[in-house]
């Protein structure tokens, strides 16, 4: 299948500084990528097995190590991810996605029971997150994501529906999603409290800025530019990085559905993903992705 621009999403390989330091990187529709390094032990130089989850915090990263029922955490630095330490808990024994709230506390989606939990991050269970479900059906939940005042944004397939919720799971509002949209498949929140969803089975990108009650498209179909829209992240920068998780590529979009490039390659290359299950931007100008079938993160310095 024809793609749309491979080379929007400029990748160079960070293993070649000297490459990159005289200013090879390809400038193309406002978004430059470069592969860093990849993450695929634990602290104890144990293998990470398809993780579906991942979290940048201020000065952590956090991985749902679904695969090995556990979680593992990593010091960031410059570039650098350090393992930190890793742990089960008994009540989320399926991990699937994961982010930070405010405090610095994990929250975490168990693919099992489709509930959230709360974990410190010294691996306590501090319970579960009870969503309130406004009097529809019980929440099926497929993702959320969390916004920087402590507020969640939960995908409910089964109510066709974002719900919005304080910290306590508190309902405050409902976000309707069109019966268009017909395999909802990941939902994001920028700074501005604009809610993002992506359809997977006809890719398309819709959004509801603050306080709408439905999300509409923003984008035509994205058949020229994904097969399978996944998880999806927004930066500081008014982008949103869309994950192609049958196709191996990151897609970015301007906020207000505009092309922004594709980084394409399904493999197990540097720079290349198999099947990618989530994504976070972090403050240090990297993106990390849980690649599950190649049992590691994958992480790109992204320009500013």
């Not at 990941?186 to 709408?212: H, N």
């Not at 930066?235 to 922004?260: E, K, N, W, Y």
Request: hydrophobic share 40%.
């Amino acid at each position: 299948m024809t793609r749309r621009s491979r080379l929007g999403l400029a990748v160079l390989s960070y293993v070649l500084p000297a490459i990159a330091s005289i200013g090879t990187t390809v400038h193309a529709q406002g978004v430059k990528l470069r592969n860093g390094p990849s993450i695929t032990i634990d602290s104890k130089g144990a293998s990470l097995l398809a993780p579906q989850g991942v979290a940048c915090g201020a000065s952590l990263l956090a991985v749902a190590d679904t695969g090995n029922g556990r979680f593992a955490l990593y010091d960031v630095g410059d570039r650098v991810f350090t393992p930190k330490t890793e742990f089960a808990v008994a009540e989320l024994g399926h991990p699937i996605e994961v982010h930070f709230d405010p405090a610095g506390k994990l929250l975490a989606l168990d693919g099992k029971s489709r509930r959230i939990g709360r974990v410190g991050a010294d691996g306590s269970f501090q319970g579960f997150v009870a969503i309130e479900s406004g009097g529809g059906p019980t929440p099926v939940i497929r993702g959320f994501a969390a916004g920087k005042d402590g507020s969640l944004y939960v995908l409910d397939v089964a109510g066709g529906r974002v719900l919005v919720t304080s910290a306590e799971g508190k309902l405050v509002r409902q976000v309707a999603i069109p019966a268009e949209c017909r395999a909802p498949s990941g939902v994001a929140v920028d700074a501005s409290g604009t809610i993002f969803v992506s359809d997977g089975a006809a890719p398309r990108l819709y959004a509801a800025p603050k306080d709408q009650t439905a999300v509409r498209p923003i984008t035509e179909s994205l058949r020229d530019d994904m097969d399978f829209a996944g998880a999806l992240a927004t930066d500081g920068q008014g982008r949103v990085f869309v994950l192609d998780t049958h196709g191996g590529g990151i897609v970015a979009f301007g906020s207000d559905g505009s092309f922004r490039g594709r980084q394409a390659g399904h493999g197990w290359l540097d720079g290349q993903l198999r099947w990618p299950a989530a994504l976070c931007i972090g403050d240090h100008g990297y993106l990390a992705v849980a690649d599950r079938e190649n049992n590691r993160i994958a992480t790109f310095l992204v320009a500013p």
